[in-house]
């Protein structure tokens, strides 16, 4: 079993920033791919960025593209979603969660296991 603790959400007006943390409980991390997510109230969950196990392929939404960046410290154990420009309409329950294929980058909340409990990001206009 691997347990996901995300952290870093909190409330941020129209143009900041704000970093997430994903840390991972299982000794394997450095060989997972991992993904973010987020869901708004009332909405389904939705993409937002992958990464592989060795951080050197990255996948974004079009909606955060040029705007968010994940990376990883595998000596940490943790993913990181780094949020620059925030709208609005980032605002969500924000969750990490691994992706069990070995190619990774899937955009489909479905094949991804293992999820956190989220992080609530709030962004004011």
């Known amino acids: 079993q691997v347990q996901l603790v995300e952290s870093g959400g909190g409330l941020v007006q129209a143009g900041g920033s704000l970093r997430l943390s994903c840390a991972a409980s299982?000794?394997?991390?450095?060989?997972?791919?991992m993904g973010w997510f987020r869901q708004a109230p009332g909405k389904e969950r939705e993409f937002v960025a992958a990464i592989t196990w060795s951080g050197g392929n990255t996948y974004y939404a079009d909606s955060v593209k040029g705007r968010f960046t994940i990376s990883r410290d595998n000596a940490k154990k943790t993913v990181y979603l780094q949020m620059t420009s925030l709208k609005p309409e980032d605002t969500a329950v924000y969750y990490c969660a691994r992706d069990p294929n070995s190619r990774g980058g899937s955009s489909d909340p479905a094949e991804y296991i293992y999820w956190g409990q989220g992080t609530q990001v709030t962004v004011s206009s």
């Open positions: 299982a000794r394997t991390f450095s060989i997972y791919n």
